[in-house]
């Protein structure tokens, strides 16, 4: 895959997540027009998912979709584009009603042909969607606050694995992987994590392989990520592909 079709690939990826997301909440997706928007309920931010707006179109769609989310109130709304967006002005409409400059997703891709796992000693990596992680205060992305919510894991294991590195016993990191099927095909990985007690002991990589070991098994060619740190990815074999922009809305 080109570098373009391997940003698309993770654009997909996120969206359906957000969408398997909303519905395992209970919630639902809306396509109204050329604009897909999830209600993941009060208690939990909703996202936009890639917008690609026609500019003669696009405020009078912007103005609905506000319109429906202020009789349907959320906790917050999240849009996600890669760049640049469409309409190329997104942002400055967006920011118009009411939303904020966000972070810029940093793509990364890896071809997982030749990828081997290597366990450092004394670790364990246990595939477990239903052992909850939430009490776990030192290890970001647990439960709800993690991408992969703990609904889609109990209830569409086919869609998505969560894996528990365990350190003598102790659990000391997660990861997860999302598995959207479609035009575009890729192992997409999320909520990886590792207590700060434990990091630089190669637990980081190990969870990464791992998700992407699984990702592989299932078909996939390729695994596809939003980085934090490039560092260790770029370790593991992964490659930056693009940037991606986000804005958010916390209401008002």
């Not at 909703?46 to 917008?51: E, K, L, N, Q, V």
């Not at 967006?94 to 966000?102: H, I, K, S, T």
């Not at 081997?116 to 992680?133: C, H, K, T, W």
């Not at 490039?230 to 074999?237: P, S, T």
Request: net charge negative; charged share 20%; proline share 5%.
């Amino acid at each position: 895959m080109t570098d373009s079709q391997l940003e698309q690939a993770v654009a997909y990826n996120h969206a359906q997540l957000f969408y398997r997301n909303a519905i395992a909440r209970g919630g639902e997706v809306r396509t109204p027009g050329d604009i897909t928007y999830t209600y993941d309920g009060r208690d939990f931010q909703s996202m936009i998912a890639f917008p690609c707006l026609d500019e003669a179109t696009a405020d009078e769609q912007l103005d609905e979709m506000m319109a429906w989310y202020r009789e349907h109130p959320t906790r917050g709304l999240g849009c996600w584009s890669l760049a640049p967006p469409r309409p190329a002005d997104l942002g400055a409409r967006l920011l118009a009603r009411g939303f904020q400059d966000g972070w810029r997703p940093c793509w990364m891709a890896m071809d997982l042909t030749d990828l081997e796992q290597e366990i450092p000693a004394q670790l364990q990596i246990v595939a477990d969607n239903y052992l909850s992680l939430h009490h776990l205060k030192d290890i970001p992305y647990t439960g709800e606050h993690g991408a992969i919510s703990p609904m889609l894991l109990k209830h569409h294991p086919e869609l998505a694995q969560q894996f528990i590195a365990l350190l003598d016993g102790k659990i000391v990191g997660h990861s997860s992987v999302f598995l959207a099927s479609g035009e575009y095909r890729v192992a997409g990985l999320y909520d990886v994590a590792v207590a700060p007690s434990a990091r630089g002991q190669g637990i980081g990589q190990a969870l990464v392989k791992a998700a992407c070991l699984y990702g592989r098994s299932r078909g996939n060619h390729y695994a596809v990520l939003n980085a934090t740190g490039r560092r260790m990815y770029e370790q593991v074999g992964f490659r930056h592909i693009g940037d991606g922009m986000t804005w958010w809305w916390f209401g008002r």
